[in-house]
């Protein structure tokens, strides 16, 4: 299916913004008031994305972790939410996700917290994930059940959704009671042949910019480890997961190989494959149909498990 003219608009302008982070991937020289910028203006470009109306915005401190919280008008009881943002762990944040954020609280009738985790290159890998389980560990205790908590993410926030579960696992803190995991970049060896046959078709992603993005994130961290590439994490005991992947994506295979590997590992997995769809095609729901269903098909998921 052709892409409507406002989001080949806005892909466009969306690598347009992402070519101007060439540099700071690339290792060169670059001014901190600069990266600073780049990042407020692709905020600014996520959030012409709106929130729906009947949602409030407030800062939390979740723990020593700045959050931004959405909560929908009438919002009763302990049905809660965390929200990670994607951005290849080196831009975006939640300032830039109200559009999602809000769809997601207003559809489940939960507030939803979303962690500003730090980013690379100032802060590599493992510190956005530590960053993201000390606010959900800070969340779990505000919330008192984890049973009343829920997890969704897209891209590197769709990976550290299901690592995050691991972590937490690992360290005995209680689950939550299910995940979605949108686009989830879940392998930074991009091994798989998605990343060759879907090169040039997803409009968002390319391999070479991928392996830059994951250069930047990882440091000295290996592309195999589990931290990382969740596709080769100890998941038994987790608790379900929706995967939604585009069939146009560069990602394609990798949703596949996690939602396998889950599946395998005894997790109650749920897979969806949306044809057409490029990279992290719900966060332009108000421009793409297909986003919005997407959302709607999550938040179903989501609210049979809570």
């Not at 690339?26 to 109306?53: I, Q, S, T």
């Not at 994130?217 to 480890?225: E, F, H, I, K, T």
Request: net charge negative; aromatic share 8%; proline share 8%.
């Amino acid at each position: 299916m052709p892409l409507n003219e406002a989001t080949r608009q806005r892909i466009e302008d969306w690598k347009a913004i992402a070519f101007e982070f060439a540099p700071l991937l690339m290792g060169e020289a670059v001014e901190p008031g600069a990266v600073a910028d780049l990042r407020k203006r692709y905020n600014e470009f996520l959030a012409r994305d709106p929130a729906p109306e009947g949602v409030r915005f407030s800062e939390v401190d979740m723990g020593g972790v700045r959050g931004v919280l959405a909560t929908p008008d009438g919002a009763t009881g302990n049905r809660t939410l965390l929200y990670i943002h994607g951005g290849g762990y080196f831009s975006g944040g939640p300032d830039g996700y109200h559009g999602i954020a809000g769809h997601y609280a207003k559809m489940l009738g939960a507030r939803v917290y979303m962690p500003d985790y730090r980013l690379a290159p100032e802060h590599r890998f493992p510190v956005p994930l530590d960053d993201t389980l000390t606010a959900y560990t800070w969340l779990v205790k505000t919330v008192g059940d984890a049973r009343n908590v829920v997890i969704a993410g897209d891209s590197a926030g769709g990976a550290m959704t299901v690592s995050l579960m691991v972590r937490a696992k690992r360290a005995g803190i209680p689950l939550p009671a299910g995940s979605v995991a949108i686009s989830p970049w879940c392998n930074l060896e991009m091994n798989n042949p998605s990343y060759k046959t879907r090169d040039g078709i997803d409009p968002l992603c390319t391999r070479d910019i991928l392996v830059l993005m994951a250069r930047t994130a990882l440091g000295s961290m290996r592309p195999n480890d589990a931290d990382a590439s969740p596709v080769h994490a100890d998941v038994r005991g987790l608790p379900p997961v929706l995967i939604q992947i585009g069939e146009s994506e560069v990602m394609l295979d990798d949703g596949i190989q996690l939602a396998n590997h889950l599946a395998q590992n005894g997790v109650r997995t749920s897979l969806e494959v949306w044809p057409d769809m490029f990279h992290v095609w719900p966060v332009f729901s108000s421009i793409v149909p297909e986003g919005r269903q997407a959302l709607e098909n999550g938040c179903a998921f989501l609210d049979r498990l809570f």
